[in-house]
């Protein structure tokens, strides 16, 4: 089992940036693909970036490529997101998940990002 905790939400204006954490713990992640995904009210969740299990290998969506930076510390069992030119439509809660074969198999609780305009 894989326990994933997500941190460094919070409230910011617009332009503003964060960095989000995910802590893995019960097993290490670090040969495992991760990825950060996101869901705002009344809508679907989706995916947001993405980073292979050395790193070398990044993926994002349209909506954040530029802005958003995926990372990861396979030392420290942890991703990073980092978010910078946030806009109020990345307001959301963030998921970290881990894809351990075809499918992301455990997910965070999420931390609320809110970006005011």
């Known amino acids: 089992q894989v326990q994933l905790v997500e941190s460094g939400g919070g409230l910011v204006q617009a332009g503003g940036s964060l960095r989000l954490s995910c802590a893995a713990s019960g097993r290490t992640v670090s040969r495992y693909y991760m990825g950060w995904f996101r869901q705002a009210p009344g809508k679907e969740r989706e995916f947001v970036a993405g980073?292979?299990?050395?790193?070398?290998?990044?993926s994002y969506s349209d909506s954040v490529r530029g802005r958003f930076t995926i990372s990861r510390d396979n030392a420290k069992n942890t991703v990073y997101l980092q978010m910078n030119s946030l806009k109020s439509e990345d307001t959301a809660v963030y998921y970290c998940a881990v894809r351990a074969d075809t499918s992301y198999d455990y997910w965070g609780q999420g931390t609320q990002v809110t970006v005011s305009s």
């Open positions: 980073i292979s299990w050395r790193g070398g290998s990044t």
